[in-house]
């Protein structure tokens, strides 16, 4: 029988190595999607002594990390870029007044024909409670079994 690799789970080298991502893009899509990365890991709280890049992961969290790495892309470019209201109702396929609106309680001061940039327009359409299915990936199922390489993806998404 063929041993199976052990896969990273601190959180840095999950970012770095595995993710390809900064530690601060996943903190903050974590913050974003109302996502308990603590519950998750071996610490339950950060400290001056345990900083977020260097909590350990278990290791099926890991796994749901990497069957979503392609969406955590999407959304660390989209965060990173600028965009204007209307890009972002084109994204998110939403009316470009629900989306001044929304946009407005983020950024009361802005006005909305500038760009935007260090803002996610799947945060905004996360929390202006989008169809479901969009980020129904996102729900961790910490019963579910996540094992096989890094290719792996659920099968079943009625969970």
Do not use: W
């Not at 969406?71 to 396929?93: C, G, H, Q, V």
């Amino acid at each position: 029988m063929e041993e199976r690799k052990r896969i990273k789970t601190r959180m840095g080298s999950v970012c770095y190595s595995i993710l390809a991502l900064s530690h601060k893009t996943l903190e903050r899509f974590f913050k974003d999607f109302n996502i308990d990365y603590l519950k998750y890991s071996k610490t339950t709280r950060l400290n001056d002594e345990c900083q977020f890049k260097d909590l350990y992961l278990e290791s099926n969290f890991v796994f749901f990390l990497i069957e979503n790495r392609v969406f955590l892309r999407f959304y660390e470019d989209d965060y990173y870029s600028d965009k204007t209201i209307n890009e972002i109702a084109n994204r998110i396929k939403k009316n470009v007044d629900d989306v001044k609106k929304a946009i407005n309680e983020y950024f009361p001061n802005k006005e909305n024909n500038t760009s935007f940039k260090y803002f996610s327009s799947y945060a905004l359409d996360y929390k202006l409670n989008s169809e479901y299915y969009l980020y129904r990936m996102l729900k961790y199922d910490s019963n579910h079994d996540y094992q096989g390489d890094y290719e792996y993806r659920r099968q079943n998404y009625n969970n």
